[in-house]
């Protein structure tokens, strides 16, 4: 029987759960009793969060490796049922300046966080689209809605996941599979622990996992926050570039 605080889902996958929004959506999920299969490259660190849980497995995996997590996919839905809501937050931010261009992490980049949700969905979209039913979804950033000196490997690769979004949900829906953009702005995690920018509007989080857990649960296509800096960049990306391009050098 559920209630208003129970999910719909009962098996969901996420990706990039052994650390920041991926662990803390994760447990959020499972505190709730859903059974939760997470995915990272870090299997200690996977294990220690599954400890907590009786009904959280881990399936450790490179998102890189498109077999792997095809085989991932095989194993947990023989063990725990059809998963039902993906979560591929996986990801990862390798810089390089205009002016110094590092080609290595660009395509280090792009890899995981483009290739590394592709290769994700592949994996798991048939077994949905078998069934007519399921829902996909994955963490992209407002840093990619228009872009940002900060890092233009990571915003080109989070623009590419929101592009890819907007291009699939259509065919998707059409074809009873449910598909959600999650655009973090800033969260607290290991990622941004290491930034020397400003960061407005910083959430923390368990805040940020609530947010995620509430729009999906709507089935929103489009799940952002914090609401201050998402309407801030959103506007901003409506003006024309010779406005744009002078104020966002100048603030960010
Ligand atoms: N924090 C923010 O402000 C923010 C804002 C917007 C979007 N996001 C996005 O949110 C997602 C989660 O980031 P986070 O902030 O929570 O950072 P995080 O704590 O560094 O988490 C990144 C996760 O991705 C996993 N990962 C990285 N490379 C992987 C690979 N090749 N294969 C499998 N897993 C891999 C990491 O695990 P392993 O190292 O164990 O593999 C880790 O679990 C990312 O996609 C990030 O771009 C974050």
Same mark, same amino acid.
């Given at each position: 029987m559920s209630n208003s605080s129970t999910p719909p889902w009962k098996h969901v996958w996420i990706t990039g759960?052994?650390?920041g929004l991926g662990e803390h959506v994760a447990r959020a999920l499972a505190k709730r009793g859903c059974i939760v299969s997470i995915t990272a490259r870090r299997e200690e660190q996977l294990a220690a969060i599954a400890a @907590?849980?009786?009904?959280m497995f881990i399936y450790p995996? @490179?998102?890189? @490796?498109a077999e792997a997590l095809k085989l991932v996919v095989a194993q947990m839905e023989e063990q725990h049922?059809?998963? @039902?809501l993906t979560i591929f937050g996986a990801g990862a931010s390798f810089s390089s300046s205009a002016t110094e261009l590092e080609i290595g992490n660009f395509a280090k980049t792009l890899d995981i966080n483009v290739m590394g949700v592709t290769n994700a969905l592949d994996a798991v979209l048939p077994h949905m689209l078998a069934r007519r039913a399921g829902h996909i979804s994955w963490i992209a950033s407002v840093a990619g809605y228009g872009g940002l000196p900060i890092s233009p490997p990571y915003g080109a690769s989070k623009a590419a996941l929101i592009n890819m979004a907007e291009s699939m949900h259509g065919k998707l829906k059409q074809s009873g599979v449910t598909l959600s953009l999650i655009n973090p702005g800033f969260v607290r995690t290991p990622m941004t622990d290491v930034n020397t920018f400003p960061m407005p509007f910083l959430m923390e989080p368990e805040a940020a996992a609530e947010k995620m857990i509430a729009g999906l649960r709507r089935k929103k296509f489009e799940i952002t926050f914090p609401w201050q800096l998402v309407w801030i960049l959103k506007v901003l990306n409506l003006l024309p570039y010779w406005l744009y391009l002078p104020i966002i050098r100048r603030v960010i």
């Open positions: 759960a052994s650390s @907590d849980f009786d009904h995996a @490179d998102v890189t @490796d049922g059809p998963v @039902d």
